[in-house]
């Protein structure tokens, strides 16, 4: 149920909540802590969210997009029944990611960017846009744990080990292609454009490389927001 009142096991401040269409044509409510980029899914929600509900998380994560997140402490704590948290490792298809699980089944914690990897939306960057990339600026967020990446030497995050990452276009168009038909048609999006778009994210500077630049993932968001709302 949505409506339950439930705190962030990260910083104990009442989460948000949600709802988001479902599979079965309901809702699934869902609790975000936005300060933190934490969602808490109750059990199985993850795999309830229909394609525009993916699409509506997508919306809701950028509208509330920060330059800075709570740092997530060592131990977390089940909103539900307060037991520990378990830092748990899976696998989608090739992609590795990771929640925090309660061990009596209540549901998981995941971050933002680690839901993302989970539905196959983020991707690391080619080389070649890499190259690119490093033309327009010299530092990026990490999109999983925020640290600042130095593009002329790292490739991957000195903290956490997170890549640099981009929304992949491909997985985008895949969700509003399986919105159905009639609502795809609605949602055309030129994938081309949204690929340059997503690399391009940056704002260039023609004189002079910009000195650092917010999370990649982050700005991806806002460039399929903003694609959507003008579809």
Not at 25 to 36: E, I, M, S, T, Y
Not at 46 to 57: F, I
Not at 164 to 173: G, K, Q, T
Not at 180 to 200: P, W
Request: aromatic share 6%.
């Amino acid at each position: 149920m949505v409506g339950d009142a439930i705190d962030c096991p990260a910083c104990a401040a009442q989460m948000q909540a949600r709802e988001f269409e479902a599979h079965d044509a309901g809702r699934v409510g869902l609790h975000f802590c936005f300060p933190c980029q934490v969602i808490w899914f109750d059990a199985l929600q993850s795999l309830q969210l229909a394609p525009r509900g993916v699409l509506d998380v997508f919306g809701t994560l950028n509208e509330h997009r920060a330059a800075a997140r709570n740092p997530l402490p060592a131990l977390l704590s089940c909103p539900r029944c307060h037991s520990r948290l378990a830092l748990t490792h899976d696998l989608q298809h090739t992609t590795r990611f990771t929640y925090f699980r309660c061990g009596f089944g209540h549901g998981r914690l995941s971050p933002f960017f680690q839901f993302l990897l989970e539905k196959n939306f983020v991707r690391p960057i080619t080389d070649s846009e890499l190259a690119d990339l490093k033309a327009k600026v010299r530092t990026v967020q990490c999109s999983n744990c925020g640290a600042p990446l130095d593009l002329e030497h790292d490739t991957e995050c000195k903290y956490c080990g997170s890549p640099v990452s981009i929304l992949d276009p491909d997985a985008v168009a895949n969700t509003i292609r399986a919105l159905g038909e009639a609502d795809a048609r609605a949602h055309t999006l030129d994938i081309d454009r949204l690929a340059e778009a997503l690399t391009m994210c940056p704002p260039a500077d023609s004189s002079s490389r910009s000195p650092i630049v917010g999370d990649l993932v982050g700005a991806g968001l806002s460039v399929v927001a903003a694609m959507l709302r003008r579809a």
